[in-house]
């Protein structure tokens, strides 16, 4: 069943190109994909595939039942783009001035859509149900999957399934891993208020430009000295503001940064330790400094057995180049929380083109045959899940 589940995919590989350029030149960002939405829904339609609208915002499932009971298993692809200008001098580069799939979500639409045509026609000989989540949202938090979680995309699943396209891993090659894939990723906001002046009386000022380096150095013993260097976190500064003339001392300043985990102690640990450097920083330099801490997606969690399924399935796979295990990325991906509901396991697809960017990058590409390589082992281990 898999040889031929394969052979559908090979023969809609075309399909799946044409697919992924459209979206690609028509991007739209989160929480705003309604154009979007409304293609994959009208995909589904026209194949008379079960299909529902608006799940938790922009969100679509689509639901194919075999002829024999089985398991409900699920699969994952998101759809939304970046606010990002597409440098690309390519044929299929956005049409959209400042918005580009800089993340490779349009070719995971791209591939659940073909993957979802290939078993709606082989279902007479299928098992089971296959739920084919397409998610709104996943660059902005709260992001889309909550929110598609409250609305019950995850009714009656056994297992979910997602997989990344990865524009910096060769081309065919599966890579997972058990336990921690995708960091906690969190978001800070730190306001210094001090005193300003005139740039040739310092004496008379509380310069937030000193106290908010001073901070910054502060900031990056957390990681070094209170992390157990066992285990791994992330703590960047990403902005610093105290915009005046040359010759004014800074009356404000205002930090604002990411800081990535992959245990939630880890995280508690980070916002405790941000705040109190703060409030120690405050102290010495007799000023007031405000910390906003919002987090943000929480880690992904691969589940062992399903995980270690997923790499037995894939090495049966034929003219994949190799699976292999990885080491965690400190990016973040809201697909944690559909592994906080249900089992499953989230891997990535080396997708490298002749010129390699990387991810959210302007430049930004993956190379399209590693969306049949996705689709492949998507669709293996949804039909094996069933035995």
Known sequence: MKDQLFKKLEQSYDDMVEIRRY??????VSFKEEKTAAYIADFYKQLSIDVRTGVGGNGVVARVKG????KTVAMRADF???PIQDQKDTPYASTVPGVMHACGHDGHTATLLQLAKALNEMREDLAGEYVFIHQHAEELAPGGAIAMIEDGCLEGVDVIFGTHLWSLYETGIIHYAVGPVMAAADRFLIKI??????????QQTKDAVVIGSQLVMNLQQIVSRR???????VLSVGSFVADNAFNVIADQAVLGGTVRTFTPENRDLMER?????AEGTAITNDCQIEVGYFRGYPAVINHEKETEFLKTVAKSIPNLKGVEEMQPQMGGEDFAYYLEKVPGTFFFTGAKPKDAFPHHHPRFDIDEEAMLAAAKTLGAAAIEYQK
């Open 23 to 28: 979206l690609h030149m028509n991007p739209e």
């Open 67 to 70: 002829s024999k009971p089985g």
């Open 80 to 82: 939304d783009a970046l």
């Open 193 to 202: 208020q001090g005193a300003g002046g005139h740039g040739a009386s310092p």
């Open 227 to 233: 992390v157990d260097p066992i285990e791994s976190a």
């Open 273 to 277: 330790e941000i705040k109190r450097v």
